[in-house]
């Protein structure tokens, strides 16, 4: 017998067993989606919260770096303009 045929009919006996022995198999199925339903809603709000958490740091980074490039960059002109007017005020 193909394996589907006999996974059909492990699954008609097992649901049948159940039913005998006075369990709610709707109850059951409507149980496991809710909590399966929860699991993966809560997992997704976990992977949104990581990447606006990750976003977030990124930006923080860059700006701090653009500042402290800004900063560099300001400074070398600025000692650059100072050397140009000094080295244009002595005579030749």
Do not use: W
């Not at 649901?15 to 199925?29: P, R, V």
């Not at 809560?42 to 700006?63: E, Y």
């Amino acid at each position: 017998m193909p394996d589907t045929i006999i996974s059909q009919a492990a699954i008609s006996f097992v649901t049948s067993e159940y039913k005998a022995i006075g369990l709610d198999i709707d109850q059951m199925q409507t149980h496991y989606l809710l909590v399966t339903g929860a699991k993966m809603i809560g997992l997704a709000f976990l992977i949104m919260a990581a990447a606006v958490s990750v976003t977030l740091l990124s930006a923080r980074l860059a700006a701090k770096l653009s500042r402290i490039l800004r900063e560099k960059y300001l400074r070398k002109l600025c000692r650059l303009q100072t050397l140009s007017l000094i080295n244009s005020q002595q005579p030749h």
